[in-house]
């Protein structure tokens, strides 16, 4: 039998074997992680929402009726200065995709299911995820509830639906 040398190493056996437990164990580990990591996002996200729900609503109730609809993002909502942050309104939102506002007040006139909704556009989140969220912060169905997913692509926080 091969003697050890006398500074104590550890074979290359030994090395690959406790390389391999590392990298299997952050294997079971990725999944959770990635998990707590979006909803700490979406926790965030959920939180920015109302906070610009209550902006919104606020406005309307001033004013009479919600600032009209933005043709594109991220543009701010006209008429919302004084009523909420532009800056992080024109930021990118903690989930990715940029903040939109939508109102039934459209200059395009097309038709909309909502009175006023927040919407995100160009979001990097997979279908599976959009309900995940449903399903931590709503009804668990993304066709109703407060979170919509329109289009399959953009999500929306509804702040009145046109039913009331």
Do not use: C
Request: glycine share 8%.
């Amino acid at each position: 039998m091969p003697k050890r040398s006398e500074t104590g190493g550890f074979t290359l056996i030994e090395i690959i074997i406790v390389v391999t437990m590392i990298a299997i164990f952050m294997a079971m580990l990725a999944p959770a992680y990635q998990r707590i990591t979006l909803k700490a996002q979406a926790t965030t996200y959920f939180n920015d929402m109302r906070v610009y729900a209550e902006s919104l609503s606020r406005h309307a109730l001033e004013r009479g009726k919600y600032p009209a609809d933005q043709t594109s993002s991220p543009a701010f909502p006209a008429e919302m200065d004084g009523f909420m942050d532009r800056t992080r309104w024109t930021s990118p939102s903690p989930i990715g995709g940029y903040y939109d506002w939508d109102s039934a007040d459209t200059p395009s006139g097309r038709a909309l299911p909502h009175q006023g909704a927040i919407g995100l556009n160009r979001s990097n989140l997979r279908h599976d995820q959009y309900q995940q969220l449903d399903e931590w912060f709503d009804d668990g169905d993304l066709s109703t509830g407060q979170i919509r997913l329109y289009g399959g692509v953009r999500l929306f926080y509804l702040l009145e639906n046109k039913s009331g």
